[in-house]
């Protein structure tokens, strides 16, 4: 590895640097950040100033938010802005359950949501609420007829994420959108791994509440939306100012939201080319894997799955240790989710698809994105089957193929 001297101390450069974790976060567009700009040193007004400062900050926002309530199909009066994914999540559950628990309590869910659905949820069953955490297939994959099944005359909402981030599965939103519509429940979906990465349109998909984030997507960290779908009952998620039609007080997040209007402008242009590149790399780093180190198997769909997202299982390694071993290679990629590889618990999405406590901690996600290229994707399969065999060849379980 090669050393350069800076200021007198050794920092070690990477011969490669090569970034695979864009469901944990995607870098920022140059373009996101140069949008943003103007708004922090020229228009800096409050978007609730009569002046031209603040008028001028006012009409931003509401470009923004024409942007991505069109790439949605939706109207820009049904989205509200917010800190990010969390926020989106917190306020679709714990709004809608607030607002409508005099018509029920009852909450139906998945066992392979993101933490931020999870744990709202967790924390609704503390205040009396019911939840209901739907049981998925080998694959990841709920079943429409259990959504069906499992509405009561209390349920109030129904919340199923759109695509899930660390085995990448799709979900049939649209058979379950329908669904929850005939029996009059409103229904969310945590969309944050597929809006500026897959087309989507809420009416196709009969959702009343989406969650997206800008960082998903090439924009900047710390901002949101939540598209609610008109007529929908919900509780604001803070109170305060008169901001976002009283849903959300608090003084607009502008260079944040004009950089999230910014990224939606580039998925528009560039998504069906940015799938297609996606499907082949990843194809080809699935294939790569499989074929060239033995003990290994793909988690998720094979079909219904988000383009960019590859989740192996690696028999007799630790996924810790393979994060670690390719990150001194120059290779960033997750185990479980970035969320919870900090813990040793294995993540609730691989046990729930029914893979074995030890096996799920021996697993890989690699996620591409708007950077990476096919060169990328030949070095890490020139470096993972060494770095595996080198793994399992410490492994008192490994007895080789
Ligand atoms: C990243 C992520 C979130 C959280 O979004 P933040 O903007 O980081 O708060 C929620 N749901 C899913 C599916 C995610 O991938």
Redesign the pocket.
Known sequence: MPYECYGGKNIKIMDKKIYLDY???APTDPKVVAAMQPYFFDIYGNPSSLHSFGQDAKRALEDAREKVASLMGASSTEIVFT?????S?NFALKGIAYANKGEGNHIITSSIE?H??TEPCEFLEKQGFKITYLKVDKYGLINPQDVKDAINDKTILVSI?H???EIGTIEPIAEIGKIVKEKGVYFHT?G??TFGHIPLNVDDLNVDLL?L????FYGP??V?ALYIRKGTKISPFLEGGDQEKKRRASTENVPSIVGLGKAVDLVRETMDEEMKKSYFLRDKLIKGILETIDNTKLNGHPLLRLPNNVNISVEYVEGESMVLNLDLEGIACSTG?ACTSSSLEPSHVLLAIGIAPESAHGSLRFTLGRFTQDEDIDYVLEVLPRVIKKLRAMSPLYKGE
């Open positions: 469901a944990a976060a800190s990010g994914g969390t926020e999540n993101h931020a659905v994420m695509a899930n981030n945590d944050v791994q969650s984030s800008a960082h998903k960290k710390g949101g989710s």
